[in-house]
């Protein structure tokens, strides 16, 4: 079992930055694939980025590059979003998620979510 707190949502103006942090706690973190998805009110739970237990591969959506960058701290057991540039299209509540496969950007491949945290951007 893991257990995924996330933290560090807010509300910022468009071009501003938030990062976003995820806690996990229970089986052995360093070994799961984590992975960041969002969902805005009425629309579907979409995928955001993905890093695999090393850190040393990860994934973006398309809205993502360039301005989200995915980290993780196997120390710390804490999984990073930092997001850039942020844009009023990026307003959702932020879910951090694990895997037990690979890096996957569908979110009935992760076993594991977290709770959510609000980013809201104001134009």
């Known amino acids: 079992q893991v257990q995924l707190v996330e933290s560090g949502g807010g509300s910022v103006q468009a071009g501003g930055s938030l990062r976003l942090s995820c806690a996990a706690s229970g089986r052995s973190f360093s070994s799961l694939p984590m992975g960041w998805f969002r969902q805005a009110p009425g629309k579907d739970r979409d995928f955001v980025a993905a890093?695999?237990?090393?850190?040393?591969?990860?994934r973006y959506a398309d809205s993502a590059k360039g301005r989200f960058t995915i980290s993780r701290d196997n120390a710390k057991n804490t999984v990073y979003l930092q997001m850039n540039s942020l844009k009023p299209e990026d307003t959702a509540i932020y879910y951090c998620?694990?895997?037990?496969?690979?890096?996957?950007?569908?979110?009935?491949?992760?076993?594991?979510w977290g709770q959510g945290t609000q980013v809201t951007v104001s134009s």
């Open positions: 890093i695999r237990w090393g850190g040393s591969s990860t």
């Open positions: 998620a694990a895997s037990l496969g690979g890096i996957r950007s569908t979110p009935n491949e992760y076993e594991y």
